[in-house]
């Protein structure tokens, strides 16, 4: 390595250091200024399973002091007087909690609180803690999700799925049901940060599109980042969905076990070690579900592909086991292992499969109000892709993950400091449209280290964050600086903006210039990039992107509330694959053009667009209605161009009618309207000679194959998407803890004719999935 290369690397990790000690040196001082007074601090959890009651309110009674639970359930109000109190705790559909404490000598009160569901619970209360919940969160371009918003969405296949409302989501872009993919404000699906339990997923939605690798039931939660994203997150550039799964039932055992047209499931839960007021307790959950799709479909969905059904296969195991301690500290073990198999008919045999295990703690030491957060994991994924070509492709990604964060509660206000360092090897294998093989095996090591302040200053709400994230590859840093605000004007409107810089290494195997992306691969490292982009020379191999989002949310009404955000995207550089690469980066072909022998091609790119969402919620019906309006452009710095999802108008509708006695009695549909993707026309046809191979060819005796011109890049337009989906439901109560389900849905209830894809050889086009009905049966217990 040459020196000047070491001089800079040098420089890099004492600023590193520094940035580190700096960090330290905070949190030091806040210890030492706030352990000087009294505090309170706890968990709030459900007294029937054990699970965090999340942004439940607490509040000293006749004080100014509050705080709010986080996701773990844990709260901290510092600064408190010596004296008597009585602390107050809030939660929706839950008994309020009043009890004394007292603090003495600026000691620190430790406690944790159990809530009891309620008997009966006001709609008004359910929007007003939702209501606080706007006035106190930033909630910049972020969707909230729990089980129980999932299941609002009609069930596709009879099972509720966070892939199918993830579609509805304001600003994102679904391709299809066949082979589909999310596409984030303008992002493509390998700029999308997926974690579970902090461990990254890499490929979270199985072909059919319709359904992910995750369990909706075991969900405690799951935020939806569609950029501006603060300074926790790093290594993607467009957006982030983090997912945290519960913990198994403490109390007793307890299960579910449905099935469907499409496919089954089983979910075992209970204690090991049974929870008792004062111990330790020791809990699991299983979860498996798996696709009989392609069995089923030949004989109930006769109709589709002349008879073969639908060739999708997926199997989904998720293990985890929780052990908790009476001060709060947790500490979790979870593992889990996904497949996926599909064989498109005329087109390819696919198939990818995925493991992992990983472990995350939370703990709280006694006389101290910060929380300690770290995980530790390991994962696999591997891809291949066999096309009638006989040129097999295949790709896998292999590594650990390791996290390390630091809490520190301050009433309403809060800090937070972290690290986080992967390590993982990517195994690429591919041919490209001229029959050249690239491959790469590359092994790669990031750091990344951030902090964050949350400042509630009455009206106005600051979260400014700041990330390095180091690539040992490329010995490069990327300093991102990240900024989140809320001003609530009033009771009823709120202003807020976010913006950031974002940076990753990770490159997809396939490109935005391909109609069907189906094979889903990474590569990383140093890329075998060209010098020099749109006369200007590459100073570095990183992708990175620029981020504002402003807007404003008001309260209509009481149970209206609208939502506005537009959003500019700037994706200032980017990698993509060479789709057109003819030669050899040797010294023979030095004298041919960049963009015919170097493995990868440069591009930037923007996206910008307006989101607006109305919701109507009340105890028997929810009103969800969604209107995005955006724009995708590329530059590959000889041409602009618009990706392939790139989708000008997106409408999404969805209503859940609740009836009958105890409301056992679910209606839901969903209406989504999208113009038309864009694509390449064909502008003729030649006989094509095989010259390439063979210069003895003898075409004077033989045919050539069918050679395609191709018209300007995606310049066409398919035709508008458009689909409903309809489900009703029926509970039967057995007992307090036993229920059946009996689900009856329709996909494409109209039947309509959407496009996947046009065969232009054989002239043949190629829909969507066509009506299907299904019914399905569920027994919790």
């Not at 109709?303 to 060739?311: E, F, Q, S, V």
Request: contains cysteine.
């Amino acid at each position: 390595m040459p020196k000047e290369n070491l001089k800079r690397k040098k420089k890099i990790m004492n600023k590193q250091i520094k940035t580190l000690g700096f960090a330290l040196l905070l949190i030091l001082l806040g210890y030492s200024a706030f352990s000087q007074t009294g505090a309170i601090k706890g968990f709030v959890y459900d007294k029937d399973n054990g699970e965090p009651c999340a942004f439940a309110n607490v509040s000293i009674d006749g004080t100014p002091y509050g705080a709010a639970t986080d996701m773990n359930g844990y709260f901290s109000i510092p600064k408190i007087p010596d004296g008597t109190y009585n602390i107050v705790i809030t939660y929706v559909s839950y008994d309020s909690i009043s009890e004394p404490f007292t603090i003495s000598n600026g000691k620190i009160f430790s406690k944790n609180y159990y809530m009891s569901k309620a008997a009966f619970v006001l709609d008004e209360a359910v929007v007003s803690a939702e209501r606080e919940e706007m006035r106190t969160q930033t909630r910049i371009s972020i969707v909230k999700v729990s089980p129980t918003q999932i299941k609002q969405l009609p069930s596709i296949g009879s099972e509720p799925d966070i892939a199918q409302y993830m579609q509805v989501v304001p600003g994102v872009t679904f391709t299809g049901d066949q082979g589909g993919q999310l596409y984030i404000r303008g992002g493509s699906n390998i700029q999308n940060l997926v974690l579970l339990d902090g461990m990254t997923i890499y490929n979270p939605f199985h072909s059919i599109g319709l359904f992910s690798v995750f369990d909706s039931d075991i969900i405690r939660n799951a935020d939806i980042y569609t950029g501006g994203f603060n300074s926790e997150y790093g290594g993607r550039i467009s957006s982030v969905m983090d997912i945290s799964m519960r913990d198994g039932n403490p109390n007793r055992f307890a299960g579910k076990i449905s099935g469907s047209t499409f496919g089954t499931k089983l979910l075992l839960e209970g204690p090991l070690v049974k929870y008792k007021e004062g111990k330790s307790s020791l809990s699991y959950i299983l979860s498996g579900k798996t696709s009989f799709l392609e069995q089923s479909s030949k004989y109930l969905y006769k109709y589709i592909n002349d008879g073969a059904g639908l060739p999708f296969n997926y199997t989904d195991l998720y293990g985890k086991i929780s052990l908790n301690s009476p001060e709060g500290s947790r500490v979790n073990l979870f593992g889990f292992k996904f497949s996926d198999n599909v064989s498109y008919q005329g087109l390819s045999d696919l198939g990818w499969d995925s493991y992992g295990l990983g472990a995350n703690v939370s703990l709280v030491p006694s006389g101290s109000t910060v929380m300690i957060k770290a995980n530790l994991s390991y994962s696999d994924y591997n891809i291949s892709l066999q096309t009638l070509d006989n040129l097999p492709s295949s790709s896998g990604i292999r590594g650990f993950n390791f996290g390390l964060d630091f809490i520190y509660f301050l009433g309403k206000n809060q800090f937070v400091w972290g690290i986080e360092t992967l390590g993982f090897n990517t195994d690429f294998n591919f041919y490209n449209s001229v029959g050249r093989l690239i491959t790469q095996f590359e092994n790669t090591t990031e750091l990344g280290t951030y902090f964050k302040f949350k400042w509630n200053l009455g009206n106005l709400l600051i979260e400014p964050g700041f990330r390095v994230q180091y690539y040992a590859s490329m010995s490069s840093a990327s300093p991102e600086p990240r900024l989140g605000l809320k001003y609530n004007i009033n009771e009823f409107l709120r202003f807020k903006m976010a913006a950031g810089i974002y940076s990753q290494n990770l490159v997809a195997a396939n490109s935005d210039r391909d109609v069907v992306n189906l094979f889903y691969g990474f590569l990383s490292g140093d890329l075998n990039l060209p010098s020099t982009f749109k006369g200007e020379d590459v100073t570095h191999k990183l992708q990175k992107s620029e981020h504002i989002i402003a807007g404003f949310e008001v309260d209509l009404t009481n149970k209206i509330n609208l939502n506005v955000e537009g959003y500019l995207k700037n994706f200032s550089q980017l990698s993509t694959i060479n789709r057109n690469k003819v030669y050899d980066d040797d010294d023979i072909n030095q004298d041919k053009p960049e963009y015919l022998r170097k493995d990868f091609l440069i591009e930037s790119g923007y996206a910008y667009g307006v989101d607006f969402l109305v919701k109507y919620d009340q105890k028997n019906l929810y009103i969800w209605f969604v209107y995005s309006l955006g724009w995708v452009k590329r530059d590959d710095g000889v041409q602009i161009y618009s990706p392939h999802y790139d989708r000008r108008h997106n409408i999404n509708l969805v209503t859940t009618y609740k009836f009958g006695k105890n409301q056992s009695w679910n209606v839901s549909a969903r209406w989504n309207l999208g113009s038309g993707f864009p694509f390449t026309q064909t502008a003729g046809f030649y006989e094509e000679t095989d010259l390439y191979n063979s210069l003895n060819y003898q075409y004077w005796q033989n045919n050539g194959s069918l050679g395609i011109i191709y018209g300007e890049l995606n310049t066409g337009r398919l035709p508008y998407y458009h689909r409903l989906d309809f489900t009703a439901s029926k509970v039967i109560t057995f007992s307090k803890y036993s229920k059946l389900e009996i689900n009856f849905s329709i996909t494409n209830v109209y039947n309509r004719q959407n496009i996947f894809y046009f065969d232009r050889v054989d002239y043949n086009r190629v829909d969507q999935l066509p009506i299907m009905p299904s019914l399905g049966l569920s027994l919790t217990f």
